[in-house]
């Protein structure tokens, strides 16, 4: 991922330094396991364990001619050894992936614990804004039409709850990448024993895998890459939430703008969600890692790399990308700007339309037919639509003219936004105890 958007724990998740960090520290603990065994010299542990990293550089130098990675870097560590000859006994037993996937277990879930404390941030802003607008009235909107009266933290409930789902599935996730194989060329333990692969998930604090035949198979991290993508989208939501409600004709929201901020090269007056954008096309490419890391699920028989490739890009990649997503979203969130005047406003665009259902309830409950009642609402409504004179006036006409008694009292009463949120006290106690 670019720097543009890699965050600096993230950043250092993914990095080759720390890669090759913990390389070393796989390698060392088994080593540690052969030696208490009995299976290697024991005073070749300590030259091991002091040995530095090598350095990406050197690692990719080596590369150049062995073609391998696993083989430049254990000759570059090697070459950082004192004595050399300590060396030999690395990688006992070991095939590549037994280091490899690992590892790999181990970047996955330290990716997961950073991304599962901005989860919770998001969560928490998400939480206390909806709290904050649980009596801030608004329009509610389907098909991106006025539909009834709802309240701005009715929606961002919504969306607390979708985002508190979504970080539970990645926790969930997390314990199913969090896994050890060392199990030696094909899985078989035929030159490792396997309480080699229990010592070293005990000193990771992961857990020895279920099976391996060389390598993991790829549908826990598949379902761990699905897991970031599902957050991505949730970010998507709000951010698309926040882009409605900043178009001019609606107002209702905006990011926030700081001083010297610029919205346009060409047109001053332009404050954009670009906030908001910039989410919403990140969204796209964490949710484009799905398909080819699930494709590396299927492999020949006991193990190909043509899933190496892909997660080489795309594991770092969504894991930084989901990083900066919740964020930004958090601080999308904690940053909003809402017009509460303009939501209440926007409220009586229509002149009264909102209130169509409640009108059409309440003339069956007083004697009409569902059909005669919804064929007075809708003709009147339709006619609101067409001339814009106000829905209780043009009710009233058409009441008059089908001999329907209308109960003005009655109306007044159902027509107010108030009545249609009435019962989401339950919801906000869910919300004010979601953490």
């Given at each position: 991922?670019?720097?543009?958007?890699?965050?600096?724990?993230?950043?250092?998740?993914?990095?080759d330094?720390?890669?090759y960090?913990?390389?070393?520290?796989?390698?060392?603990?088994?080593?540690?396991a052969h030696?208490?065994?009995?299976?290697?010299?024991?005073?070749?542990?300590?030259?091991?364990?002091?040995?530095?990293?090598?350095?990406a550089?050197?690692?990719?130098?080596?590369?150049?001619?062995?073609?391998?990675?696993?083989?430049?870097?254990l000759?570059?560590w090697?070459?950082?050894?004192?004595p050399?000859?300590?060396?030999?006994?690395?990688?006992?037993?070991?095939?590549?992936?037994?280091?490899?996937?690992?590892?790999?277990?181990?970047?996955?879930?330290?990716?997961t614990?950073?991304?599962?404390?901005?989860?919770?941030?998001?969560?928490?802003?998400?939480?206390?804004?909806?709290?904050?607008?649980?009596?801030?009235?608004?329009?509610?909107?389907?098909?991106?039409?006025?539909?009834?009266?709802?309240?701005?933290?009715?929606?961002?409930?919504?969306?607390?709850?979708?985002a508190?789902?979504?970080?539970?599935?990645?926790?969930?996730?997390?314990?199913?990448?969090?896994?050890?194989?060392?199990?030696?060329?094909?899985?078989?333990?035929?030159?490792?024993?396997?309480?080699?692969?229990?010592?070293?998930?005990?000193?990771?604090?992961?857990?020895?895998?279920?099976?391996?035949?060389?390598?993991?198979?790829?549908?826990s991290?598949?379902?761990?890459?699905?897991?970031l993508?599902?957050?991505?989208?949730?970010?998507?939501?709000?951010?698309?939430e926040?882009?409605?409600?900043?178009?001019?004709?609606v107002?209702?929201?905006s990011?926030?703008?700081?001083?010297?901020?610029?919205?346009?090269?060409?047109?001053?007056?332009?404050?954009?969600?670009?906030?908001?954008?910039?989410?919403?096309?990140?969204?796209?490419?964490?949710?484009?890692?799905?398909?080819?890391?699930?494709?590396?699920?299927?492999?020949?028989?006991?193990?190909?790399?043509?899933?190496?490739?892909?997660?080489?890009?795309?594991?770092?990649?969504?894991?930084?990308?989901?990083?900066?997503?919740?964020?930004?979203?958090?601080?999308?969130?904690?940053?909003?700007?809402?017009?509460?005047?303009?939501?209440?406003?926007?409220?009586?665009?229509?002149?009264?339309?909102?209130?169509?259902?409640?009108?059409?309830?309440?003339?069956?409950?007083?004697?009409?037919?569902?059909?005669?009642?919804?064929?007075?609402?809708?003709?009147?409504?339709?006619?609101?639509?067409?001339?814009?004179?106000?829905?209780?006036?043009?009710?009233?006409s058409?009441?008059?003219?089908?001999?329907?008694?209308?109960?003005?009292a009655?109306?007044?009463?159902?027509?107010?936004?108030?009545?249609?949120?009435?019962?989401?006290?339950?919801?906000?106690?869910?919300?004010?105890?979601?953490?």
């Amino acid at each position: 991922m670019i720097d543009r958007y890699t965050l600096p724990d993230m950043g250092r998740v993914w990095s080759d330094e720390h890669k090759y960090e913990l390389w070393c520290r796989v390698e060392t603990l088994v080593l540690e396991a052969h030696a208490a065994a009995g299976r290697v010299p024991a005073d070749v542990v300590e030259p091991v364990r002091n040995a530095p990293p090598p350095t990406a550089a050197r690692v990719a130098e080596i590369e150049e001619t062995t073609q391998h990675d696993v083989i430049a870097f254990l000759t570059a560590w090697a070459d950082n050894t004192e004595p050399r000859s300590a060396a030999a006994y690395v990688h006992h037993g070991m095939t590549s992936s037994d280091l490899l996937d690992t590892a790999l277990a181990v970047q996955l879930t330290e990716a997961t614990d950073v991304l599962l404390a901005k989860a919770d941030r998001l969560v928490a802003a998400l939480r206390d804004h909806g709290l904050a607008h649980r009596e801030t009235l608004k329009v509610g909107r389907t098909h991106g039409v006025h539909a009834e009266p709802v309240v701005w933290g009715h929606r961002v409930a919504d969306l607390a709850f979708a985002a508190a789902r979504s970080r539970d599935r990645l926790r969930a996730a997390r314990e199913r990448v969090g896994v050890v194989a060392i199990s030696g060329a094909v899985g078989t333990y035929s030159l490792i024993d396997p309480s080699v692969e229990v010592a070293v998930a005990q000193a990771l604090d992961l857990r020895p895998a279920d099976a391996s035949t060389q390598v993991v198979l790829r549908d826990s991290i598949s379902e761990w890459v699905s897991a970031l993508a599902v957050i991505a989208t949730v970010c998507e939501a709000v951010a698309l939430e926040v882009r409605h409600g900043q178009r001019t004709e609606v107002r209702e929201l905006s990011e926030a703008f700081g001083s010297g901020q610029k919205g346009s090269s060409a047109m001053p007056h332009k404050k954009n969600p670009i906030r908001s954008e910039r989410i919403a096309g990140l969204a796209r490419v964490v949710r484009a890692a799905v398909v080819p890391v699930m494709e590396g699920i299927p492999l020949w028989h006991e193990r190909d790399i043509s899933h190496s490739s892909t997660e080489r890009v795309f594991l770092p990649d969504a894991a930084i990308t989901t990083d900066y997503l919740l964020d930004l979203t958090a601080r999308l969130v904690e940053d909003l700007v809402v017009d509460v005047d303009r939501m209440r406003a926007n409220l009586d665009l229509t002149g009264g339309l909102i209130y169509t259902s409640a009108v059409l309830l309440e003339l069956v409950e007083t004697g009409l037919s569902r059909e005669d009642a919804y064929a007075l609402v809708q003709g009147a409504a339709m006619e609101t639509w067409n001339s814009g004179t106000p829905f209780r006036s043009t009710l009233r006409s058409r009441a008059e003219a089908s001999g329907v008694t209308l109960d003005e009292a009655r109306l007044d009463e159902i027509c107010r936004p108030e009545g249609y949120v009435r019962n989401l006290g339950p919801l906000f106690d869910r919300l004010a105890a979601l953490s």
